[in-house]
């Protein structure tokens, strides 16, 4: 869906959502989970759920927030890390317990590996979140709110 095809963000209300989601899922992670995904507003929010028979009122959007549909590919939630990362087959990177930290507190982190754009995190049987990796780093997106903090 990237490189020679294009933007993936020009495919969007062309093509089903899921169908797009599932395409980039499996070409950057090499699995999909098998869910219902929904793109939404005008960052390209991706938004997850498994079908459900019971109908609960009050709520007009369903799922959790799983992503978002860059430029160049999808840059996964933690929540959605948590969905792909134990069964992706590609673009997973390993993070000792120095970087883990590091990562979580909201730095950038230096990899050995010779990662391009986005990839999942993962430290030990955990999984981070997603980050973009270029020139031997990993850009952090891991949400303000979200960071440790030091016990300074």
């Given at each position: 869906?990237?490189?020679?095809?294009?933007?993936?963000?020009?495919?969007?209300?062309?093509?089903?959502?899921?169908?797009?989601?599932?395409?980039?899922?499996?070409?950057?992670?090499?699995?999909?989970?098998?869910?219902?995904?929904?793109?939404?507003?005008?960052?390209?929010?991706?938004?997850?759920?498994?079908?459900?028979?019971?109908?609960?009122?009050?709520?007009?959007?369903?799922g959790i927030y799983f992503g978002r549909i860059e430029s160049d590919g999808i840059?996964?939630?933690?929540?959605?890390?948590?969905?792909?990362?134990?069964?992706?087959?590609?673009?997973?990177?390993?993070?000792?317990?120095?970087?883990?930290?590091?990562?979580?507190?909201?730095?950038?982190?230096?990899?050995?590996?010779?990662?391009?754009?986005?990839?999942?995190?993962?430290?030990?049987?955990?999984?981070?979140?997603?980050?973009?990796?270029?020139?031997?780093?990993?850009?952090?997106?891991?949400?303000?709110?979200?960071?440790?903090r030091s016990r300074a």
């Open positions: 869906m990237t490189g020679p095809v294009g933007n993936p963000r020009d495919k969007i209300g062309k093509i089903n959502d899921t169908k797009l989601v599932r395409t980039l899922l499996v070409e950057n992670y090499g699995y999909s989970p098998d869910l219902i995904y929904e793109i939404r507003g005008r960052y390209h929010k991706v938004y997850a759920w498994k079908p459900c028979p019971l109908d609960v009122k009050g709520s007009e959007r369903k840059r996964l939630s933690i929540e959605g890390a948590f969905l792909v990362g134990p069964r992706a087959t590609k673009n997973v990177v390993e993070l000792d317990d120095g970087r883990a930290l590091r990562y979580l507190a909201g730095e950038d982190v230096e990899v050995d590996q010779a990662f391009r754009g986005w990839v999942i995190l993962r430290w030990r049987d955990y999984y981070l979140g997603s980050g973009k990796a270029a020139n031997g780093r990993i850009h952090n997106y891991v949400p303000k709110e979200r960071r440790l």
